[in-house]
């Protein structure tokens, strides 16, 4: 396993980050530690959970784990910003949720520190100051080492970033968006204001809750049964079924995935998770699993260095103008890029 710097800081983490939404869902707590103590063994250092996951569980189950690690070899990152309860402030980026669910988080993962803590999205009910000021605090009282964001957009991010330097406050240092090879409006200013301001990127959901798993081909009219996509149709989550078979260039990434690995033998998602590894900027892609099978797949992708022209092939399936660059007149910018 190799590791990179998050971003401009010091801190150093592993390329690959486990997801722990899984734990206490899909994954038992002896499955969950099982997957943590692989990943461990395979190298990696940087793992990935929130307050939220599982009402609390999955940084319960992973506070137990703890307790047998050295804890400054391990990097841990939550995310505060969803309810955590009934009351009117138990929810938010206000100061008051932040500083109550710090404590939670502390207590649950059974730890005087967070590594990264993250706002887990934008909150328009509150003065960014506000948060960004109590964030600030929280990093000066030792409780949080660096602090990041997820799910924000372009503007928003850059927005905290201006403000955290004109008021002398702690900046963020990483950010969490959605990031793969199917979604990619990312690179639309995500990527570009997190390279200029020297965050680290950590995309969620590298192989979007499984249709870059390999267990969809062009051709299938329906999800695999028991697989994620099946339970996002379901339930109408954003990797659902519909989302993306209407698109014609969802079947051609998939089409150069399977190809790709017909050729070369690797397994499409490590393909998947090496494309993303290859991305300028990204620093650990967020690989979850319900299972040791899964993990063990996963980590295929720690150490490789995709082929350039397999990546290029890649990255032209589902290449598409941004929407700032694609409304520029053709006799002004010429050849429309594509990201």
Not at 73 to 80: E, G, L, N, Q, R
Not at 100 to 125: C, K, M, N
Request: hydrophobic share 35%; glycine share 12%.
């Amino acid at each position: 396993m190799r590791y990179r710097y998050l971003g401009k800081t010091g801190l150093r983490v592993s390329e690959l980050c486990l997801g722990a939404m899984t734990f206490g869902r899909e994954a038992d707590e002896t499955t969950s530690h099982a997957l943590l103590d692989r990943f461990t063994e395979a190298g990696g250092t940087f793992v990935d959970t929130a307050d939220i996951y599982s009402a609390g569980a999955s940084e319960e189950i992973l506070g137990r784990w703890l307790k047998r690690q050295r804890r400054d070899d391990v990097v841990i990152a939550t995310k505060v910003r969803y309810g955590t309860g009934e009351g009117p402030n138990d929810r938010g980026l206000g100061r008051n949720h932040l500083i109550a669910g710090v404590e939670s988080s502390l207590r649950r993962l059974g730890t005087d520190h967070i590594d990264l803590y993250q706002v887990h999205a934008w909150d328009p009910g509150t003065p960014l100051e506000e948060t960004l000021a109590t964030l600030d605090t929280l990093v000066t009282s030792g409780k949080v080492r660096y602090i990041g964001a997820s799910n924000f957009s372009g503007w928003q991010l850059q927005k905290a970033i201006d403000l955290s330097r004109a008021g002398g406050w702690e900046p963020f240092t990483a950010l969490q968006p959605l990031y793969n090879l199917l979604d990619r409006s990312a690179e639309w200013e995500l990527l570009e204001v997190s390279r200029n301001e020297g965050l680290g990127v950590i995309p969620w959901s590298p192989l979007r809750g499984g249709w870059l798993s390999g267990a969809i081909r062009r051709g299938a009219e329906r999800p695999p049964t028991g697989t994620r996509v099946e339970t996002a149709e379901k339930l109408g989550w954003g990797e659902s079924w519909s989302a993306y078979e209407g698109d014609e260039r969802t079947w051609r990434v998939l089409d150069a995935l399977h190809e790709i690995a017909g050729r070369t033998g690797l397994a499409v998602p490590v393909l998947a998770l090496a494309w993303l590894l290859g991305r300028p900027g990204v620093t650990a892609p967020i690989v979850g699993a319900r299972t040791l099978e899964q993990l063990e797949t996963n980590l295929g992708a720690a150490d490789l260095d995709l082929d350039p022209a397999d990546a290029a092939l890649l990255t032209a399936a589902r290449a598409r103008p941004s929407p700032r660059r694609a409304a520029r007149s053709p006799r002004t910018t010429g050849t429309s890029a594509t990201t």
